[in-house]
């Protein structure tokens, strides 16, 4: 009985003696990175000048989009010999 009760009040205390992480970011960079960030979801940055896409860039970015569908998907993605860290060539 005398357990319980000390393991609920060790329970209870817990929050107490906790310390929570510093919310934001961790350097100067990160905070520059998040505030751009921040900014461009908000629509508040933008450049003056739009930025169109040419009908010839229009047309290449399709066809490359369209390209690919051309390969099929397998059913069991491989591991080629080589690709890893074991230094042994295919």
Same mark, same amino acid.
């Given at each position: 009985m005398k357990? @319980?009760?000390l393991s609920c009040l060790g329970l209870l205390l817990l929050p107490l003696v906790t310390q929570a992480?510093?919310?934001g970011p961790a350097s100067l960079s990160q905070q520059s990175t998040e505030t751009w960030l921040?900014? @461009?979801s908000r629509n508040q940055v933008?450049?003056?000048i739009p930025q169109?896409?040419?009908p010839s860039e229009r047309e290449l970015t399709l066809q490359r989009w369209l390209d690919n569908y051309k390969h099929p998907i397998p059913e069991y993605?491989?591991?080629y010999v080589g690709s890893g860290s074991s230094g042994s060539s295919k």
């Open positions: 357990y @319980q009760t992480i510093e919310p921040l900014l @461009q933008k450049s003056p169109n896409a040419s993605y491989k591991e």
